[in-house]
């Protein structure tokens, strides 16, 4: 059984064994993992139950009996409510602690008022520092560009920081008329206290962590190049500092593997090549060239329109997958990148691809690399043999509509 279970309120642990994460940072996974899951709002029961379907149908193709994941339910947003009268349970921090490894469907945000984003949240009070986003193109998926299949990059996005930290005032406010009225005296700052008042933190520590996970990210896909992007042209002293200390890191940490452009003229030989970019023109540029860009590592609020941008390119957000991880403790939570959709709640209808690539990464993850592979192949063939949801299937000719369901039914079909 390995390590003693712990007991909740709620959450019901099923047989199955602990994930110990090794002094590497990595999971020793066994033979019945147990893995948390959060279904999420909105859509988020049908691409679940559709995802967790083709999962286990994965690791039963590849391993047979011997291998096999113990799924535990954890709560958050509306669901947890429900059950726990509470959107965020202390226990479900508690659980994925203690059990280092999760996934999740999209959870609800109100947007102007109400709770605080739950996603945030979570990626807050669990230090998942790395938000990591891969990005590439499946043959036969529909594309607004001309050549999709030149996007190929994993993006790490700061996870705690930024303007996502939360500190805030609204413009009206008792809070709102302080903070302006100490910048107005301390910094000669003229802000009205009618004014909504944010600030974005960015640290030295902060930075060279996310920097740091990119370039071991790098090294060990054997990828080309490392990417800075940033705004510090304008922000200088987060944005911009955040240039100078993801330098500071590839000059004095992994110089025998990486070189910065300046040190090299832009010809790094055999090593990786650490370059910078200012966020609107790789905006532009990951239209015109993206093949120029491998590896990218950026603060949060610019991850998060970067990563948006180029999944569009690749067929959209639908088909996005993402992993939030803290490389130094081993905690890592994979989930769905889009939103709830509650218009299409209980539908059956929507793409489940997003859940079931972010299952691929967390395989990947934990070393059951058939299994990441078997999953990919079949998605591609499914992709292939034109048999989608129909996000994908209005933009085929000759397609098939399947519903959420009945995708993931066809893509264990292809395994």
Wanted: glycine share 10%; with cysteine; aromatic share 10%.
């Amino acid at each position: 059984m390995g390590a003693t279970m712990s007991t909740f309120q709620h959450i019901q642990v099923p047989q199955g064994e602990k994930i110990a994460i090794g002094a590497d940072g990595l999971p020793d996974t066994p033979s019945k993992p147990i893995i948390g899951f959060i279904e999420g709002d909105g859509i988020g029961p049908d691409i679940w139950k559709a995802s967790k379907f083709l999962f286990d149908k994965a690791v039963a193709h590849c391993y047979g009996d011997t291998r096999k994941v113990a799924w535990m339910e954890i709560y958050a947003g509306e669901k947890a409510n429900k059950v726990c009268g509470n959107y965020f349970p202390e226990e479900t921090l508690d659980a994925i602690r203690e059990y280092n490894i999760a996934i999740k469907g999209p959870l609800t945000t109100p947007v102007g008022e109400g709770f605080r984003s739950l996603n945030v949240s979570l990626r807050q009070e669990l230090d998942l520092y790395a938000c990591v986003r891969p990005v590439r193109h499946f043959e036969a998926v529909p594309s607004p560009v001309v050549n999709p299949d030149a996007v190929d990059m994993t993006i790490f996005r700061e996870n705690t920081e930024d303007v996502y930290a939360g500190y805030e005032v609204k413009a009206g406010t008792p809070e709102a008329e302080k903070l302006a009225a100490f910048c107005a005296q301390e910094f000669g700052w003229e802000l009205s206290g009618h004014t909504g008042l944010g600030l974005k933190p960015v640290s030295e520590a902060g930075s060279k962590r996310l920097v740091r996970a990119a370039l071991r990210y790098a090294i060990a896909q054997k990828r080309k190049s490392v990417t800075l992007v940033h705004k510090g042209n304008i922000m200088k002293y987060t944005e911009g500092a955040f240039r100078k200390w993801g330098y500071e890191v590839v000059r004095d940490e992994f110089s025998d593997v990486a070189v910065a452009w300046a040190d090299c003229n832009g010809d790094p030989g055999d090593k990786i090549l650490v370059q910078d970019a200012i966020a609107d023109i790789f905006l532009q540029q990951i239209l015109t060239r993206p093949k120029n860009f491998d590896v990218i590592a950026t603060t949060n609020l610019n991850g998060d329109y970067m990563s948006d941008a180029l999944a569009a390119q690749v067929g959209g957000i639908g088909i996005a997958p993402g992993a939030n991880i803290n490389y130094e403790t081993g905690v890592a939570l994979f989930e769905a990148t889009h939103g709830t959709a509650p218009k299409y709640a209980d539908l059956d209808k929507v793409n489940p691809s997003s859940l079931i690539l972010s299952g691929v990464m967390m395989f990947e993850h934990l070393g059951w690399q058939e299994v990441a592979e078997a999953l990919t192949g079949a998605l591609t063939k499914t992709y292939g043999d034109k048999r989608v949801t129909y996000d994908f299937h209005r933009l085929m000719q000759g397609a098939t509509l399947l519903k959420c369901s009945e995708f993931a039914e066809a893509v264990a079909g292809n395994l």
